[in-house]
């Protein structure tokens, strides 16, 4: 078993989840809703014109009514949703 390994993770994956946690609090003290939460890999990050993919896991709340909250290694992000129809009114398509 690798003792250093265990270590390095832990001190990157540890904050992660004191942020985990107290964002599942804020959001009940703040009577929102989320109907999951976990953690998942597969996202990506834009690095000046790339894109790179995240094969580690990273938590994620889906918020009822908000769309997604993740909490990356260096941000929080949140992904929402938008009709076609109010995206078609609201943005100009070319």
Do not use: C
């Not at 938590?59 to 949703?81: K, Q, Y």
């Amino acid at each position: 078993m690798n003792l250093k390994r265990i270590e390095q993770l832990n001190n990157i994956f540890q904050p992660l989840h004191r942020k985990f946690k107290e964002l599942k609090l804020i959001l009940k003290d703040y009577d929102f809703n989320y109907y999951n939460a976990g953690w998942y890999n597969m996202h990506s990050i834009k690095y000046n014109d790339d894109f790179i993919e995240e094969y580690f896991p990273i938590p994620v709340v889906s918020v009822e009514g908000v769309g997604d909250i993740g909490i990356n290694l260096d941000h929080i992000f949140i992904e929402t949703r938008i009709s076609k129809e109010k995206a078609e009114k609201n943005f100009i398509l070319q």
